[in-house]
């Protein structure tokens, strides 16, 4: 998988979703404000956590943004994995895979390397 062509780079930034927050607050305060109030993050800490959920609204660039960085961490070499979540829930969890993807991942079991997946 590599980067597509037409991708550019926002260097986006995450805040941390409070559930204090009602549902159109936290939306307007990640476009708004949200790095005056919070800390954000950027991709290099969000790949220090074990596990990362990243809501956005549609069309914002979420599946974009991970195909983008799946691609980057594969041609840094570090183990990484794209799974569509269409494809996930329909069956099998390796069923979610490219079909490159079957026979690294499967390496990668046997390994004892982390790996980030999308």
Request: hydrophobic share 40%; with cysteine.
């Amino acid at each position: 998988m590599t980067t597509p062509a037409d991708y550019i780079e926002l260097n986006r930034r995450f805040c941390t979703l409070h559930g204090s927050r009602g549902i159109e607050n936290a939306a307007a305060s990640s476009y708004l404000f949200a790095s005056l109030v919070d800390p954000t993050l950027g991709w290099g800490e969000l790949l220090k956590e074990r596990l990362v959920v990243v809501l956005g609204e549609p069309g914002s660039g979420k599946s974009w943004e991970f195909r983008h960085r799946c691609a980057s961490l594969k041609e840094a070499g570090t183990p990484a994995f794209l799974i569509e979540l269409e494809r996930l829930v329909s069956g099998a969890f390796a069923s979610g895979f490219s079909a490159r993807d079957v026979a690294r991942f499967q390496q990668w079991q046997r390994g004892r390397e982390t790996a980030s997946f999308s």
